[in-house]
């Protein structure tokens, strides 16, 4: 009966609404309890003050003001009423109006058992008592289990999240701990604390591993075809190679189980007939995957093409050596002049149409084409620049969608990189075609940390695998099971909802490729050539003539947008960290510190000034414990060069907030460029909340 009460409460509350990002909906849910706790309170006290203070001195005055029962009458009769009005909406007795409290756990402590299974974090400021029991236990449960809360409404289709919201609420409301939606998050809440101690105890070596890399021959896999049906042609010939390299044992294994492949294993099984979009940030492993599974194929005679138009490395490392320079476009646009750009998107036009020729055509031949960067050269929001990919991608497009498209076997495939899947910053018909492709992911496996090249630390990235399970067709875990997390494999990778160890080109057949191109006379190497000459005579000029900051520098090089000249500073800064630590301490940020190409970020004119306006924004104050203090230090919330702006995205945290809001479920470290890191909406959120409340403290 009660259900069907709340249920009735519920659509007529509340419209049914498509909820896509769920933690901003909690997090704005969170505040808007909060605010309404703190204006029922104020309404409530004024009122009993008010209505007290009349009835008291009206009751003193009786008998000299004219008319003084009625005032008495009536203000008493204010008091009473905000009295009962308090107790009506909360079910507890205040007589007086409330003492401000430290915070609302103190508070918690008046209400009987029954009220108090949920227990409030520490952390929670809000005095949640002025609240109507349902919304306080709303306001509790939330703040107590946000985590797992958003989690689970992540898991559901977008459409069912807002129901479900409510359908937790009211079942917990009313049946307090028999609810069974309490009992699970309780239970995953506890979980996720077993899950930290596992870790521990896994550092400790006292969990035996229970997955391990298995090392096993590729010709194995021909047993394995039924895990994979779906994908294999049944024509497909995996003995084919039996007679170049002889069928070994399989490896004695540890154990009775089935043995567990690896991702190259089956990587390896898939690319040749399906196509994968594969998704993995920096240091997760996925090019080094490609570039070993393709050397191999290119061996058996499947022919191979590459694209990268954002290839960010000044020297090339020679994974797509295998590749004929005809096959190939390796560069990086935004570097090149406007002559140069349009011949790179007429090659690659040519280079789309031949390997579509060679799928489609009449005289077949097996090819394998990969795309690397295709978030970004993909992104419809670059103005001109857009313009003259899309004809180019709206071929890629077509390619994909035939490949993917049912009951077709052409024996050819397409493979894209990416390092996420920012469906709302690509054009719609890539967007279109790339969720329907099969999803794969590469990853630092839960609780291992890795180092880059410039020293930065990655971990796993939830918000990556959010990302993904929110625009691919099918499905795709978002967590890593214990078994593989408590493991010491570093990289791991995701096929069909399984995370494996990703192992390495070890578990494939050895590999006899021999470059044997002539690379020096091919049109990408006069391209790489041109860019290397060209970055050198804008290294002489920045040294020459004595720029003082690299953005100004990038004005006077007349570099166009915003956006280019972030590009322009990277490649500037990457360049001048690693070839010219002597000329790139004049733009180091800590004088007393080496450069890195970090730093490039701060490099503009302005910069100390708008760091201490950021400072005095809260008069240093912290956003978000606002405590004050002279050291407090100045967050960005994205990096955007000489844009930054004060409370946009500058904003001064103290130290202990500061690397809260670096955490990573707080921050989103990609790390492909020194620009994409950035802040969680949720966690924008909290921070711009803070500085609201700040700022009108002040005023
Ligand atoms: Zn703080
Ligand atoms: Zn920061």
């Excluded at 399989?250 to 009775?256: G, I, K, N, Y």
């Excluded at 060209?534 to 006077?556: N, R, V």
Aim: proline share 3%.
């Amino acid at each position: 009966m009660f259900d069907n009460n709340s249920n009735k409460s519920r659509t007529s509350n509340r419209r049914k609404e498509d909820i896509i990002d769920v933690e901003s909906f909690i997090t704005d849910r969170i505040s808007q309890l909060g605010s309404k706790a703190a204006s029922q309170r104020g309404l409530c006290d004024s009122s009993k003050i008010y209505g007290g203070i009349l009835s008291v001195v009206s009751f003193f005055a009786l008998n000299s003001i004219p008319g003084g029962q009625v005032v008495v009458a009536s203000s008493l009769a204010g008091y009473l009423l905000a009295v009962y009005g308090d107790y009506a909406t909360t079910k507890r007795l205040r007589l007086f109006p409330s003492r401000r409290t430290v915070s609302g756990l103190s508070q918690d402590k008046e209400g009987n058992e029954d009220d108090r299974f949920i227990a409030l974090n520490e952390d929670y400021e809000e005095d949640i008592s002025y609240l109507g029991q349902k919304e306080e236990l709303e306001a509790k449960f939330i703040n107590r289990y946000f985590d797992e809360l958003c989690e689970k409404l992540y898991e559901l289709p977008v459409s069912d999240r807002s129901n479900t919201y409510q359908v937790i609420i009211d079942s917990v409301f009313s049946r307090k701990k028999q609810s069974k939606y309490y009992q699970y998050f309780e239970a995953r809440s506890k979980q996720d604390a077993r899950f930290m101690e596992a870790e521990i105890a896994a550092k400790e070596k006292l969990l035996p591993r229970k997955i391990r890399q298995v090392d096993i021959d590729y010709l194995k896999l021909e047993e394995d075809q039924n895990l994979f049906s779906r994908q294999l042609p049944g024509d497909q010939d995996l003995s084919q190679g039996s007679e170049l390299f002889p069928v070994s044992e399989p490896a004695m294994t540890l154990s009775q189980d089935e043995p567990v492949l690896t991702g190259y294993q089956i990587f390896y099984s898939l690319i040749d007939s399906t196509c994968c979009y594969v998704a993995g940030g920096q240091q997760s492993g996925k090019t080094l995957l490609l570039a070993e599974t393709t050397k191999r194929k290119a061996e058996e005679g499947i022919l191979i093409f590459y694209v990268n138009w954002f290839s960010t490395k000044l020297d090339r490392d020679g994974h797509w050596e295998h590749v004929p320079a005809s096959h190939k476009i390796e560069t990086d646009i935004s570097m090149l002049s406007p002559e140069e750009f349009m011949e790179v998107i007429n090659q690659t036009l040519n280079l789309l149409n031949t390997f579509k020729l060679l799928v489609f055509g009449e005289h077949h031949k097996d090819c394998i084409l990969v795309w690397d960067e295709l978030e970004v050269s993909a992104d419809k929001n670059s103005g001109d620049v857009s313009k003259a990919t899309q004809p180019v991608l709206q071929l890629l497009s077509d390619l994909i969608g035939r490949l993917t498209g049912t009951g077709v076997k052409n024996g050819g495939s397409v493979q894209v990189l990416s390092p996420g899947y920012a469906a709302g910053s690509m054009f719609a018909f890539v967007n279109s075609k790339a969720k329907k492709m099969t999803p794969i992911v590469c990853s630092i496996n839960k609780g291992k940390f890795v180092k880059t090249r410039n020293n930065k630390t990655i971990s796993f990235n939830k918000s990556l695998l959010r990302q993904m399970a929110n625009n691919f067709v099918s499905a795709v875990e978002v967590d890593v099971p214990i078994e593989l997390a408590s493991t010491k494999t570093e990289r791991i990778f995701q096929f069909q909802e399984e995370w494996v160890a990703l192992g390495d080109a070890s578990d494939l057949r050895p590999c006899n490729y021999v470059a044997t191109d002539d690379i020096t006379h091919q049109p990408h190497n006069v391209l790489a050539q041109k860019k290397r000459s060209q970055i050198e005579e804008l290294i002489t000029k920045l040294e020459e003539d004595g720029y003082e900051t690299l953005w100004s520098f990038a004005e006077a090089m007349e570099i166009p947008s915003s956006d280019a000249k972030r590009r322009f500073i990277e490649i500037v800064s990457t360049y001048l960290e690693s070839e010219r630590p002597d000329l790139a301490s004049r733009f180091a940020r800590n004088k007393e510190k080496e450069f890195s190409s970090f730093d490039g970020r701060y490099s503009y004119s302005d910069n100390i000034e708008k760091e201490l306006n950021t400072r005095l924004l809260t008069n240093f104050r912290c956003c978000l414990c606002q405590k004050r203090s002279e050291d407090v230090e100045i967050h960005r919330t994205s990096y955007l060069g000489a844009d930054d702006q004060p409370g946009k995205n500058m904003f001064p945290l103290c130290e202990v907030c500061h690397d809260e809001a670096h955490e990573a479920g707080n921050w989103n470290s990609t790390l492909d460029s020194i620009w994409s890191s950035h802040q969680t909406e949720g966690f924008t959120k909290r921070i711009n909340l803070g500085l609201n409340f700040l700022t009108q403290d002040i005023d």
